[in-house]
């Protein structure tokens, strides 16, 4: 098996895995800020700049963004859902931006209010407010494989936004299986398509493990050589033991089987459980993990038979 | 991705799911069997025999394979732990013999009372008496790759049993995860050892997803070549919901994303969530299948952001 020496694996815990929790207290979530940080980890998504009626979890992102000058060395970036929100991000000092464009229109409507072409106008002057500032710009392309509404995302509508993003000078791509329901073959088909269509922008993926293929789907992506993987610590992201759970790939698990596979992330896997810990303080509810669930991997137990 | 045309799916919800539950009654049991037949799965464990002491909940293993005979076309099989069990599954109608040899002596003196070598031993007289009543025999090989109280199983010690297994006259051989801490690279190359090991001899892998990465095991092994792999309706076996959750792979999960990535089990994955319904009702509790719990393949619901 042929796995790359580095995986770069971007935490977003704060932003994907909060959004849809009752708010946590700044001060809850700055400590786990603190503790994310501690693990190693290079790139952390912290929050997203949009309407507080929409995500009343994040409405704090202004007080976030303002609690990083204090760490260096970690990429922070954060998600915007248009233009205002660039600006915003950029004003609380937070340079590097997502921007999400749905690549099924049902989704983008429901998301973002618009359909996918007129979201995907708005890469230009996001890229332009982002890179005036110093920054960079991620475009992440949602419901790039499958809709909740449509069905399967026809790979053509995935390829004219990678097509606009391009054009318009974003710096790197993300897709993002949005509702945890692809699955490995289908993963690499588009990841090498996409590939193929921006050789020049690096490329990423963010899955969920709503169906439980999501770490499946972690190590077919790796397998085709992209090493930019989104994980949420502790799995956190939708309630775990209700139905239609769809927490993030857990950060945890994650770097579990990279280390055990040789595959260098710069993560401590001890500290991301500490985390997880600080984090299900902080949502006062378990976390999805399994790995988390078991007691951490060097802590086998003993209630098994063959 | 070199995926092959066909995995065969073992489902083992009735031994490996059940044999730590509080006992099902009997009728139940069946309902369950009836539902997994029904969901296309070729080849059944159906339960082990042996100690009712030490494993209550299958100690109507003798009842249970009574009621095999109204089935046609299923591989039906059961797991021993020495001579005397084979000869009672042999006496109860079940021929296809499945004899489990711990790799490791600690988990080995733990589960079966007697060193590895010991335990390696009978396989030769349990083959006999399989292959006497018109039947075959597997060897698997549990803790193959880690023990709970020995840590990292040194491969040498795995392929020591396969030796003795292939002189003894084996049929088949499986490696177990027993305490699910395996990831992708040892999944290979443990693999790929046994497979040179032994190369005119069926292997198949056991995964448990106590780590969530139970899946990506399980497309590592078809990735490298097995094409056997064990599941269980609704990830039944542990608690999901307790610290040590060990679950093995669910059978849903594993035929969702084969399904979708072109390879063929003949099994029906909506048949499989049913079974999953029936499985739930049986032992009383949720089940720990991520799939499940979504509501299904099919079904994908809108709780989510991009």
Chains 1, 2 share one sequence.
């Not at 786990?32 to 190693?40: I, P, S």
């Not at 007080?63 to 991000?89: D, I, T």
């Not at 260098?264 to 500290?271: R, S, V």
């Amino acid at each position: 098996m042929q796995l790359p020496p580095r995986v770069d694996v971007r935490e977003v815990g704060m932003r994907d895995g909060l959004q849809l929790e009752d708010p946590v207290p700044l001060e809850a979530k700055l400590e786990m800020l603190e503790a994310l940080v501690a693990t190693g980890v290079q790139r952390i998504e912290v929050t997203s700049f949009v309407s507080p009626k929409a995500v009343p979890a994040l409405a704090d992102a202004d007080q976030v963004a303002a609690a990083l000058g204090r760490y260096e060395g970690v990429h922070f970036s954060a998600l915007v859902a248009n233009l205002r929100g660039a600006q915003r991000a950029v004003d609380a000092g937070i340079p590097h931006l997502e921007y999400v464009v749905s690549a099924a229109d049902s989704h983008s409507r429901a998301n973002a209010g618009r359909p996918t072409s007129e979201a995907a106008e708005a890469i230009g002057a996001i890229a332009e407010v982002s890179h005036a500032a110093g920054g960079s710009l991620e475009v992440i392309i949602a419901t790039a494989w499958d809709c909740p509404f449509d069905g399967r995302t026809d790979p053509s509508r995935t390829l004219d936004v990678v097509a606009t993003a391009v054009a318009a000078g974003a710096d790197q791509l993300c897709l993002g299986d949005t509702i945890g329901t692809v699955t490995p073959r289908r993963t690499v088909d588009l990841l090498e398509a996409v590939r193929a269509a921006a050789p020049g922008l690096p490329l990423g993926a963010h899955f969920h493990d709503t169906r439980g293929t999501g770490q499946a789907n972690a190590l077919a992506a790796v397998l085709a050589g992209v090493t930019q993987l989104d994980a949420s610590v502790g799995g956190l992201g939708g309630c775990p033991f209700a139905p239609g759970a769809s927490g993030n790939i857990a950060t945890e698990e994650l770097v579990y089987w990279l280390d055990d596979s040789g595959v260098e992330t710069g993560i401590d896997l001890d500290l991301v459980l500490a985390a997880a810990a600080v984090t299900e303080r902080a949502v006062e509810h378990p976390l999805p993990s399994s790995l988390y669930r078991a007691g951490g991997a060097s802590r086998p137990r003993g209630e098994f038979r063959p």
